[in-house]
Each structure stands twice: as structure tokens, then as C-alpha cells.
């Protein structure tokens, strides 16, 4: 019975590789596809979109067809970190690039576009705004044309927006950027007309696009929040159908305080609340609109107050105070958002999994390690070199206890000749010589288990932190997080074709041929299991876990060849030490004489 665990063991490790091949890479490789076609999209018209405000007010309806109008005014944002315009139609934040990071590693590729306007292919965007709740105070809409004080936004130069309605109500929207991606906006209503107005101010995100997902289960893309403490997540998919039950809405809560926006692997957009105290209502929508292609999705996060506020003759009120974050998930930048701000959970809106409490101490340890020597790479080496002292121990007494089983295996195939027709009494002889001779014959497969968790926790740091995203090793690795660009199937770049274009199992990369011939050597040290079923499994494993690496991200096909460099150099070790011992058993006392 044992040995079955021990073999159930070592298959279920291959089992959790396979699925991370089959069912993660297979979804990925389908995304790069869709995110090629849309690349190849990027030249045709805009689609038109329809009526869906936060409030289903105030009108999304691009103008009539042959109106002609004037093209709309545009203010500059400049940051140290972001770059972009200020729409004033509308008043529109929906233009902004992202000046730390670019789409490849080529360093001439071009900036990330977070935001981009409704005239581009995937608009994207935030945007302030009213609902009149009185249904008779005009409020400004998506074709009100603002008028600013300030020239520009930039830290330290706050910007003023203004609509006056012409029958006593002045809109006013003042917005300031900080150093890195966070957007303050104070939306008030100056009331000088002579009757009491019913106001309710929103905020949104809004993509007018189904933007391209990795596809990967691990990961996600899509909806995102915490609200009232607790971590609300929806896939594009998921709300889709929640909302077709609810006529656009797929998700609504009364909150204090709390954060929701959208997701993608490495980029944010998100509204939480200056006052983490107040109360609001936040609400998930997916809207499908007609458009140039039919039926085309709408997806937006909105922020409002539960209730309309109202504003009296003379008085000054009808906002809010909301902060816009726009830019990358930078770990250490989320968590000083989080202290400083008080945004609760920020940075779960980073994907760290359900091993958070491995991965995210794992990432402080390799980014402190990564300051230390300047390489992500070393720092993985470093890393996994402290992880196998750590469990040195472990591993030694594992060894012992496959050693010992392999000087029982006579013993135990002799109990299997002798009870072949009763398995039952032989397991139970088994057991008892287990016991005699104090050996756990699933000790061996410990360290397998164990590694698991740390397996999954490290491909999740390497996966989903930006910090990671085109950071370089050495030679032809020059970004850790993606796969080994290099290949046996070309002879390593010497045949001037792609095999990749054949069949996307044609891709044997040199590192994956490194951990695979390091697998093999470390299992040649290691005692041969005396079952043979357990043998053959062994024998294979070398191959499957080549094989199933081969696309996984480099940085975790180089840990995994340094930590089987690592056993080999540990197991020499171990039955050096373990020689040294039995030598000094068997010597013989020195004589008096």
C-alpha cells in the first residue's frame, strides 16, 4: 500500500505539469493568436457606441451622422511616470501611455497604451460625471465641452474643470496627478439658481473593447475589487452572462470605502474613494451594443453615492472625492498606495494566487536579492541555493530512508513470492517489517512534495509581478518571464525557419534540455526504488518534466535545472558522508600491543 502512495505521489507531480501544458498553455498560445488578429485590426474604424452610462445616463450615443462639429479640445498629462491628453469633451481621461514600460524588449518598441480614445479600435478611458435625479437640472454629457484652468496636469499643477448650465448650476471637476499613477478628482456643483437640485455624481472606467486575455486559469484578467473587505473578481465571460439576467448589470454592492476597476496581467485602472469611510455603491456592467460588426460588448466600473445628494440655493456640494489609479502593479507601489492612502487589499489586485503566503514573501525575497546583485536570474539562483539549506535536513533523511529500503528489497520481494495469492497478508508482513526496521517508505517521496507548493509559488512570482517582465539573465535569455526563444528543432537558430509554425509542440529549448539531462543525473544517484513499476516511472520522468517545461516561463526552467544541480551536488554529499560513516562502523579497534 505504501508503494502505491509513493508512486500515486510522483504521478500526481507529472499530473500537475500536464495540466499546466493542456489547460494553461494551450489557452495561452490561443490568446497570442487573437492578440496578433487584433494587431491587424488596429487600422479599421471605431466602433459606434450606444447608450450605457453608469446610470444609463447621460447618453453614450456617438453624435448623428453628418453633424459637424469641431474636434474636441485636449490638454496635455504630463507625469514622470505617464504621458497622454485630458479630453474636454466629455471630460475624459483617454489618453495615456505608460513611460516606464514598452510592448517589447526591443527598447525602440512603443510605450504601453493603457488609456486610448473612442475614436481609436479599443477605447478605454475614465470619466467623471452627474445624473440629474430631479429630472429637470441639465447636466453635463458625453458632448459637453469643459472649460479648464490650468494649462496642463502634471504633479504639482492641478488642473480645473468647468461646465456652467446656464440656469444656475456650475459643474466643476479639479483633478491632480502624483509621481507615479494615481489621479485625484473632486467633483462639486455650485448651486446659484434659486430652487434646490437633486444630483448624483458617478465616476467610471469604461473599455468599449473585449481587450485580448492571456487564458491562462491561473490568471485573472477582468473585473476587480475589494469591497467591504472582501475581494470581488468576475471574469469578462462571467459577467457577460450576469448580466444578461439583469439588463447590463452583473454586479452592484453598497460599500464603505474599497477599491474596483479592471485587471490585465501587468496593468490596472481602478477607482477607490478618498474617504475610505464613505459609503458608496459600486457596480460591475456588461452592455452588448450595436455596432459596425453587430452586437459588440461594453464592460464598465462604476463608483456613485447610494443616494442623490442635493444641493441648496447658495450652497456648494452635490460631489465627490475619488482616486483614480492608472498604471502598472508594481508590488512595493500598491502596498505604499495601501499604507499611505488606506486602500484596503491593494494589492491583491496583483494575482498572487492562493499560495499568497508563499508567493508574495517569495517576491520580497528575490526583489531584495535582485537589488543585491542586479539580475533577476541570480537572484532566482540565490533564492533556490537558501531553499535547499533549508531543507537539507529533510532531504538527508529522506535519502537515509531510500537507502534503507533498497537493503530491505530482498526481504520485501521474498514476502511477495511467498504470498502471491493473499496481497492483503502481504502488505501487512510489509508493514510489520517497517516497522522492525524504522523505515517510512514515503520519506522518499517528501522532498517531490514538498517542492510543489515552492513550484507553484515561484511560477506565480515569475508569471504575474511586472517586476519580472523583461528582466534579463544572460546570453539569449533576455526576458524571464517568457519561454526559451531558443530550439533544438532549428539546431538552435542554425536552420532559418521557425518549427513553431508547424506545430507548437515542436519547441525543445536549451534550457529544458539543461533541466532534463540534470534530472537524469540526479536520479542515477539516487537508490533505485525496489518496486520495478516505481523504477519505470522514475525512468520517464527525466523525459515528461523536458518535455513539459519546454514552454514554461525560462526564469522557472532555470531554477528547476539549478535546484537539480544543486541535489546532485547534495546527494554526493550526503552518501559521502554516509561512506565515512560505515567506514568508521566496520573498522577495526588498534591494537594495545
Known sequence: MDNKRLLLAIIASIGILLVFETVFNKPAREAQRAQQQQAAQLAQPAPTPGPAGPLRTPTDAAPA???????????????PRVQGTLNLRGARLDDLVLRDYRETTDPNSPLVRLFAPREGSAPYYAQWGWTAADGRTPVPGNDTDWQAEGGRLAPGNPLTLRWDNGQGQVFEIVLALDENYMVTAEQRVRNTGEQPVQLLPWA??????????????????????????????????????????????????????????FTDKYWLAA????????????????????????????????FAPPAPMEVTPGATGGGQALRLFAGAKEVHLLDAYA???????????????????????????LDWLFKLFGNFGIAILVFTLALKAAFFPLANKAYKSMARMKVLGPKMQEIRERHKEDPAKAQAEMMALYR??????ASGC???????????ALYKVLFVTIEMRHAPFFGWIRDLSAPDPTNLFNLFGLI??????????????????????????????????PDPIQAKVFQYMPIIF???????????????????????????????????????????????G
Open 65 to 79: 451622422a453628418g453633424t459637424p462639429r469641431e474636434p474636441a479640445a485636449r490638454l496635455p498629462v504630463e507625469g
Open 204 to 261: 467610471r472606467i469604461r473599455r468599449e473593447s473585449t481587450p485580448p486575455t492571456q487564458g491562462f486559469y491561473i490568471l485573472h484578467e477582468g473585473f476587480v475589487g475589494v469591497l467591504d473587505g472582501r475581494l470581488r473578481e468576475m471574469t469578462y465571460k462571467a459577467a457577460k452572462e450576469e448580466a444578461g439576467k439583469r439588463s447590463g448589470l452583473a454586479f452592484e454592492q453598497e460599500t464603505s470605502g474599497g477599491w474596483s476597476g
Open 271 to 302: 477607482l477607490t474613494p478618498v474617504d475610505q469611510s464613505a459609503r458608496l455603491r459600486a457596480s460591475y456592467r456588461a452592455v452588448p451594443e450595436a455596432g459596425p460588426h453587430g452586437q459588440e460588448d461594453r464592460w464598465q466600473v462604476d
Open 339 to 365: 499604507s499611505r492612502l488606506g486602500i484596503p487589499d491593494f494589492d491583491k489586485a496583483i494575482d498572487f494566487g492562493w499560495f499568497y503566503f508563499l508567493t508574495k514573501p517569495f517576491f520580497f525575497a
Open 436 to 441: 522492525t526496521e524504522k523505515v517510512n517508505p
Open 446 to 456: 517528501l522532498p517531490i512534495v514538498i517542492q510543489i507548493p515552492v513550484f507553484f
Open 496 to 529: 532559418p525557419y521557425d518549427p513553431m509554425q508547424l506545430s507548437h509542440y515542436l519547441h525543445m529549448p536549451a534550457w529544458a534540455l539543461i533541466m532534463g539531462v540534470t534530472m537524469f543525473l540526479q536520479q542515477k544517484l539516487n537508490p533505485a526504488p
Open 546 to 592: 523536458t518535455f513539459m517545461l519546454a514552454s514554461f516561463p525560462a526564469g522557472l526552467v532555470i531554477y528547476w535545472s539549478w535546484n537539480n544541480l544543486l541535489s546532485i551536488a547534495q546527494q554526493w554529499y550526503i552518501m559521502r558522508l554516509d561512506a565515512q560513516r560505515k567506514g568508521k562502523a566496520v573498522a577495526p579497534a588498534p591494537s594495545k
